[in-house]
């Protein structure tokens, strides 16, 4: 007797341990894989860059209710406003850039990732951006965003230094054109004015889709980036 004439779904049974539980996707993890299935489509490259952490891990963050990742978000959205092009989405061959910068930020929950998105924050200070990351984290843990908290993202910020990851490459976050990707600090011996020094480094990869984005485009938004958090001026010359 063939499973099927038993009664046996083989859908749901095929290459499963035999105690395994079938559990379809709903919701925000739905969407969130219809995304990556879409970004995966997309032609992309990669740039990256080792940035120095000095001036952002010397910063009185805490003072202002900061972290790391509110200093990485404020020089995205500072080097976004100096590099509009890449503030923008692709969808229909048509690309769409906008004034407002809403960064989303991916966030692991119980629940799987999200990305709450930060609205805003073109010109906004630290103290800011540390209070709507606070708040769309929390309530993204708590299972409480609703779809307009994930909705509107014009660029997305994947930090995993954190969780000890050097460097890595973030997949799109479609119909965003670049997301960018922070691995952990990693004190690095380097080249000043002739002399070895040891410095905080941070590898920083922007993933940009090619149908929107050239590689010259990528690299002014990275570089500006670099500069902002290196400077605190996106259009700052970079330290020799």
């Given at each position: 007797?063939?499973?099927?004439?038993?009664?046996?779904d083989?859908?749901?049974?095929?290459?499963?341990?035999?105690?395994?539980?079938a559990?379809?996707?709903?919701?925000?993890?739905?969407?969130?894989?219809?995304?990556?299935?879409?970004?995966?489509?997309?032609?992309?490259?990669?740039?990256?860059?080792?940035?120095?952490?000095?001036?952002?891990?010397?910063?009185?963050?805490?003072?202002?209710?900061?972290?790391?990742?509110?200093?990485?978000?404020?020089?995205?959205?500072?080097?976004?406003?100096?590099?509009?092009?890449?503030?923008?989405?692709?969808a229909?061959?048509?690309?769409?850039?906008?004034?407002?910068?809403?960064?989303?930020?991916?966030?692991?929950?119980?629940?799987?990732?999200?990305?709450?998105?930060?609205?805003?924050?073109?010109?906004?200070?630290?103290?800011?951006?540390?209070?709507?990351?606070?708040?769309?984290?929390?309530?993204?843990?708590?299972?409480?965003?609703?779809?307009?908290?994930?909705?509107?993202?014009?660029?997305?910020?994947?930090?995993?230094?954190m969780?000890?990851?050097?460097?890595?490459?973030?997949?799109?976050?479609?119909?965003?054109?670049?997301?960018?990707?922070?691995?952990?600090?990693?004190?690095?011996?380097?080249?000043?004015?002739?002399?070895?020094?040891?410095?905080?480094?941070?590898?920083f990869?922007?993933?940009?889709?090619?149908?929107?984005?050239?590689g010259?485009?990528?690299?002014?938004?990275?570089?500006?980036?670099?500069?902002?958090?290196?400077?605190?001026?996106?259009?700052?010359d970079?330290?020799?």
């Amino acid at each position: 007797m063939t499973a099927a004439a038993g009664g046996i779904d083989t859908a749901t049974t095929a290459d499963a341990a035999p105690d395994g539980v079938a559990k379809p996707l709903a919701g925000m993890r739905k969407v969130a894989a219809r995304r990556m299935v879409e970004a995966w489509a997309a032609p992309v490259f990669h740039l990256g860059v080792d940035v120095d952490m000095t001036r952002v891990l010397s910063a009185d963050l805490k003072s202002l209710g900061g972290t790391v990742t509110d200093a990485i978000l404020q020089a995205c959205a500072t080097a976004l406003v100096a590099t509009p092009a890449l503030n923008a989405h692709f969808a229909d061959n048509v690309i769409t850039t906008f004034q407002r910068v809403n960064i989303g930020l991916a966030v692991a929950t119980e629940k799987g990732l999200t990305v709450p998105v930060l609205t805003d924050l073109q010109g906004a200070d630290l103290a800011t951006i540390a209070g709507k990351r606070k708040d769309v984290v929390t309530r993204a843990r708590a299972g409480k965003l609703g779809m307009a908290d994930v909705s509107g993202g014009t660029f997305t910020v994947s930090n995993l230094g954190m969780l000890g990851i050097d460097r890595f490459d973030a997949i799109l976050n479609p119909p965003q054109i670049a997301i960018l990707a922070v691995g952990s600090t990693v004190p690095t011996p380097v080249v000043r004015d002739g002399e070895v020094a040891v410095r905080p480094l941070a590898a920083f990869t922007l993933t940009c889709d090619h149908r929107a984005v050239d590689g010259a485009s990528g690299a002014a938004l990275l570089s500006a980036i670099r500069r902002a958090m290196e400077d605190g001026d996106p259009s700052a010359d970079s330290p020799a």
